[in-house]
């Protein structure tokens, strides 16, 4: 029997009430499709205020359909994209990147998820020299897979270095919300604030059923993007349906409930394995996942009820995410579970 509960990811989390409400209110009579609805306007709306007036909104099915054609309206397939080595665009999105942009991917190690500066300078050597590909975009990820979060300034640097180098800085937000909510600013302040070009807004981890939204922060990147989401196969024809959860997000401060919430059960989280001497924690706790060594015997004995991933099988490193809907009970439960089996 499957756990009704799991640590494994906030994707695996249901849909927050007030997104289903906003769903069921959606459904309601008949509509222009792809689109041209109150829906959808009052979402591009919303968005627009908290990022911006002049943004450019265009919303999508999921994450690595918004990733890949947010970097397509940038590149030309002799370009090259880089991100750190544990990005999701160069792990975990089966290489549709490169098939879709014709980009190379240039990835990074980095321990901590994070690009820095100095690590992006030796890329650029061969700027210019006919026989390599040219780097265009600097894509980072906010939260990083890693949990951790850049602050403000550190963008601020990355955007500055992408500026001063004919680079764009595109940004995929997947958990975008926590990394604001951690910080304690607005959206605008790790976005547009911040130099970001190009930003993938994540909706499904914070609480909506699915979508997600591609922002331009630069008006002449989104020209002909309404031709490349529909080639790209992510233009929805029912589009209310997630522009009335993106407007429910975004209203009242949903975004920012959710995902604060998230975030706080992670540092509860963190702070009773941590107590464990069999467990290391090995990243900082700074959004909604909590990185652990866990000795590898017993894994199969916790996953039997409470799943989540091993991040690196190596080391025996676990990943564990809370979600919106994660309560201090599900943390109580599992630590207890924890503490039974490693005693």
């Not at 990733?67 to 544990?86: D, P």
């Not at 926590?178 to 981890?205: C, H, Q």
């Amino acid at each position: 029997m499957k756990p009704s509960r799991s640590f494994a990811s906030d994707n695996n989390a249901g849909v927050h009430p007030e997104i289903m409400a906003a769903i069921g209110a959606a459904n309601d009579g008949h509509v222009i499709a792809y689109g041209d609805d109150p829906y959808t306007a009052r979402a591009v709306k919303l968005f627009r205020q908290h990022l911006g007036r002049d943004v450019e909104v265009f919303f999508a099915f999921g994450g690595t359909g918004a990733n890949v054609l947010g970097l397509k309206a940038a590149t030309q397939s002799h370009q090259a994209i880089i991100c750190a080595a544990t990005a999701h665009i160069n792990v975990d999105e089966c290489g549709a990147p490169e098939k879709f942009t014709g980009c190379k991917l240039l990835d990074v190690p980095t321990p901590d998820g994070k690009l820095r500066v100095a690590q992006l300078k030796p890329l650029l050597h061969e700027v210019g020299f006919e026989h390599h590909v040219q780097p265009r975009v600097i894509s980072v990820s906010q939260a990083t897979e890693m949990g951790t979060v850049y602050t403000p300034s550190e963008l601020k640097a990355l955007a500055s270095f992408a500026q001063e180098n004919n680079l764009l800085l595109h940004v995929d937000g997947a958990r975008i919300a926590n990394a604001a909510a951690s910080l304690k600013v607005k959206l605008k302040a790790i976005t547009r604030d911040a130099g970001v070009d190009i930003l993938s807004f994540g909706g499904a981890k914070n609480g909506m059923m699915y979508g997600e939204a591609v922002v331009f922060f630069d008006a002449s990147l989104a020209r002909d993007f309404k031709y490349t989401r529909k080639q790209g196969a992510q233009l929805p024809s029912k589009m209310r349906f997630i522009s009335a959860q993106f407007a429910a997000l975004l209203d009242n401060e949903l975004w920012h409930r959710n995902a604060l919430h998230a975030n706080d059960m992670a540092q509860r989280l963190a702070r009773e394995l941590a107590k464990l001497p069999q467990l290391t924690i090995t990243q900082r706790v700074e959004s909604n996942g909590v990185f652990a060594i866990v000795p590898k015997r017993y894994i199969p004995l916790l996953q039997q009820k409470y799943f989540f991933y091993v991040w690196n099988e190596e080391t025996s490193e676990a990943r564990f995410m809370t979600s919106f809907d994660t309560t201090a009970d599900d943390i109580a439960s599992f630590v207890a579970l924890v503490k039974r089996i490693v005693k």
